[in-house]
């Protein structure tokens, strides 16, 4: 390690200025690799990261989904085809399990804390798929009315035309996810020092 100090300048008519000290640390390569890392890596791909959020998932995507009804004599659990379409096969190519997994891991890492569904609906008007959206496909817009849309390739939709999940809501746009990035990249940060330690 090497530590430089340049000297205070002084004129005659202005107050001495403070200089930065100028620090150097020398490693080799492989020292350099482990510490600062290879390039860009998305959070996505850090397997500790990727450990946690299948934990979460995984134990989110377990619990069953009731469908309740108002009763005067207190809340009834409803087992219709709604239901059924709800909790156990929401989609032709997916369980339950499948699709809520596939929700919580896109919020906590590909859509920003956003996750965007589509329900797709027959002809008679019931509910016949909810299909996950490719989180690479799908844009939040704001509108100049204050609200957002939802453009998805060439299509737009409506909030009220899809099932907008998020976690960790925007202050100022309480409808926009934000999700943990900021906060997950710190702990990535902290888990390779820690590993290099």
Request: aromatic share 8%; net charge positive.
């Amino acid at each position: 390690m090497s530590k430089k100090r340049k000297n205070t300048v002084k004129n005659s008519r202005d107050a001495p200025k403070e200089q930065s000290y100028a620090t150097a640390w020398l490693c080799s390569p492989d020292a350099y690799k482990i510490l600062c890392g290879e390039g860009y890596r998305s959070i996505a791909d850090c397997p500790e990261v990727k450990m946690c959020v299948h934990a979460y998932a995984d134990m989110i995507s377990s619990m069953t989904i009731h469908l309740m009804q108002n009763t005067p004599k207190g809340d009834v659990r409803i087992k219709n085809e709604l239901s059924r379409r709800i909790d156990i096969a929401p989609n032709r190519y997916m369980t339950r399990k499948n699709l809520i997994y596939s929700i919580v891991s896109t919020m906590m890492l590909q859509g920003d804390g956003n996750q965007i569904t589509y329900p797709q609906y027959d002809r008679g008007g019931y509910l016949e798929e909810l299909i996950p959206l490719k989180p690479s496909r799908w844009i939040i817009q704001d509108t100049p009315e204050g609200g957002y849309v939802v453009r998805y390739g060439e299509a737009v939709f409506q909030p009220d035309e899809v099932l907008h999940f998020i976690l960790n809501p925007d202050p100022e746009q309480p409808w926009v996810g934000r999700g943990f990035t900021a906060s997950l990249k710190d702990v990535v940060k902290s888990l390779r020092q820690a590993n290099a330690t």
